[in-house]
């Protein structure tokens, strides 16, 4: 009676065991409830990006120069603090925040990029070859990491939201998506595969293998090939200008 007792008691758990691991191999992990993703990497990704704001001059910056760096990593704590070591959806602050830090350093490199471009067309900056490249080439890295933020935080409504498998229509389409057999079981796309995204956006200046599928991306995808594009333009010109 024990051993029956036992296993009668053991079967709804068998049986749960049974349906996830069903469950597991129809519905891909991209489109399920997963666990969150690490922290560590957009992490990295974001002291990169201020540390370039803080090597940019000055005069590009907003002022005071180091004020928008700060609150930066005043908020990229605050984050930290909620979700130390995945990103999960705890609460729904931590999502604003997450938006909030985007849009300050999309704040701060846009502006050092209008700044830049203003004073390559008046003449006023770009007086020697090796300062310019250098500034424009941290611009231009800087942006690759800003629209790597935006696309992570807005596809199928962010990495909290993708978390819960609550938005079943992707916003991009990764290769794994389409061909299913060339990744683990577990895959999913994580901030280092929208990092990827946008660098060969930024280098392409078009999609390559990850293709936008909402309007919203096709639309974020045509402003960051723009805004490269006139960046890198100007910024090669000039230089080259210089040392004829």
């Given amino acids: 009676m024990n051993d029956q007792g036992r296993d009668a008691e053991g079967r709804p758990a068998r049986l749960e065991r049974l349906l996830a691991d069903g469950e597991r191999q129809v519905v891909p992990a991209w489109r399920r409830a997963t666990r969150g993703e690490p922290r560590w990497a957009v992490t990295a990704v ?10 940019l001059p000055h005069r590009l910056a907003l002022q005071p120069y180091w004020a928008l760096p700060v609150l930066e990593l005043a908020l990229l704590a605050g984050l930290i603090a909620g979700n130390p070591r995945r990103v999960e959806p705890r609460t729904r ?14 704040l701060a490199n846009g502006w050092a ?25 941290g611009i231009w890295l800087t942006n690759v990491i800003v629209f790597a933020l935006w696309y992570w935080e807005w596809d199928r409504g962010g990495p909290m939201a993708r978390i819960r498998g609550h938005h079943q229509y992707a916003d991009f389409l990764f290769v794994q998506m389409q061909s299913p057999e060339t990744a683990p079981p577990d895959w999913e796309p994580a901030f280092l595969d929208y990092l990827y995204l946008s660098f060969t956006n930024s280098t392409a200046f078009s999609p390559t293998d990850v293709m936008p599928l909402s309007r919203w991306a096709k639309m974020l995808m045509m402003l960051q090939s723009s805004v490269s594009l006139v960046t890198v ?8 200008n210089i040392l004829r």
Wanted: charged residues 10%; proline residues 2%.
């Fill in 46 to 55: 974001i002291l990169v990006a201020v540390a370039l704001q803080l090597m």
């Fill in 93 to 106: 602050w931590l999502r604003l925040l997450g938006l909030a830090l985007t849009g300050v350093i999309s």
């Fill in 113 to 137: 990029a209008v700044r830049l471009v203003a004073g390559l067309v008046d003449g006023t900056e770009g007086a020697e070859a090796g300062p310019l490249l250098l500034t424009g080439g």
């Fill in 233 to 240: 333009v100007l910024v090669v010109a000039r230089a080259v």
